[in-house]
């Protein structure tokens, strides 16, 4: 791995340890565990636009098992492990698709993210508590999705503006 | 680097909408599925590999859960919940989990059933304790 990748990454896995902490801050639904902003995933749709298939996973593994590390448990690892996997896999599908934008690709990874946690809920919890669970999961998985997304795609205007301006 | 700037209007509204649908489809699935309690009058709390423990729903206790065991008194250590029983009302009253989500979850009775957003449920998911508001006919 080239320097420069190696250093990219690791500012990204900073910045997505920082975002981590920061939406544990901020309680959306107190009442429904686990509704967060989710913003550490602008930090895989970056990876998802800018980076290499592999580049994005090996960020996601970073994140997740950091994040675990520093401010969550075991189980919380496995829920966001699955959640991240199927999010990914999802997002670096759909952005294979010509003339993409970021909204739709991270609506449908914020709902995959609620997917795959969902799963590992109905393993280690049970099925019935995860039904209770999984509408609230799923609304507020669409709507941060999309919130992001609209975020991702101004950020991702700017980048590219400057990138075009620095080659002319 | 990928262009993002220059998108195909048309393909990403349908693609947002295909997804839109797909989480709502799902959410209406869960909906559908989800257990109506017939009448409740008990509460039942699960914990460690699939153990469970059913409490009168008018009886009053304190059941302390550490590492997947009930205990006799919480020490804060391990990984600890601690929830009351009181009068047709259960609530968890402390629980070292990482965000202490569970115990914002607020009481379950037979008058919130119907308001809680987790209805007959309260979840502690990083412990693995759960408690249901059940009665027969689920």
């Known amino acids: 791995m080239k320097i420069r990748t190696l250093t990219r990454m690791a500012i990204l896995a900073a910045a997505a340890l920082i975002l981590s902490y920061l939406d544990s801050l901020i309680p959306l639904v107190p009442s429904v565990p686990g509704i967060k902003l989710g913003l550490s995933n602008l930090v895989l749709l970056y990876a998802v636009f800018y980076m290499t298939p592999f580049e994005t996973v090996l960020l996601m593994l970073l994140k997740v098992g950091l994040s675990s590390l520093l401010f969550g448990n075991a189980t919380g690892a496995l829920y966001a492990f699955a959640g991240g996997v199927l999010s990914v896999s999802g997002m670096l599908f759909l952005h294979r698709i010509p003339k993409i934008s970021p909204i739709p690709v991270s609506a449908a990874g914020g709902i995959l993210h609620i997917v795959g946690q969902s799963l590992v809920g109905c393993v280690l919890i049970s099925f019935r508590p995860m039904i209770a669970y999984a509408p609230w999961l799923l609304i507020s998985g669409t709507a941060t999705g999309i919130l992001l997304g609209v975020a991702a795609r101004a950020a991702f205007y700017g980048i590219e503006r400057y990138e075009r301006r620095k080659a002319a | ?138």
């Not at chain 2, 990928?2 to 195909?8: A, D, P, R």
């Not at chain 2, 709390?45 to 729903?57: D, F, H, N, W």
Request: glycine fraction near 10%; include cysteine; charged fraction near 25%.
């Open chain 2, 1 to 138: 680097m990928t262009e993002t700037t220059g998108t195909c209007r048309k393909r990403n509204w349908l693609l947002l909408g295909a997804a839109i649908l797909f989480a709502a489809l799902l959410a209406v699935l869960c909906l559908l599925l989800r257990p109506k309690p017939g009448a409740p009058d008990r509460f039942v709390i699960r914990y460690g590999s699939g153990e469970a423990l059913e409490i009168p729903a008018r009886e009053t206790r304190t059941v302390v859960i550490r590492d997947g065991k009930i205990v006799d008194e919480a020490t804060g250590e391990g990984d600890e919940n601690v929830i009351r029983i009181e009068n047709g009302t259960a609530w968890m009253e402390t629980a070292n989990c990482p965000h202490h989500e569970c115990m914002k979850q607020g009481v379950l009775s037979a008058d919130t059933v119907g308001s809680r957003p987790l209805g007959t449920w309260i979840v502690c998911a990083p412990h693995r304790v759960y408690v249901e508001y059940a009665g027969d006919g689920q």
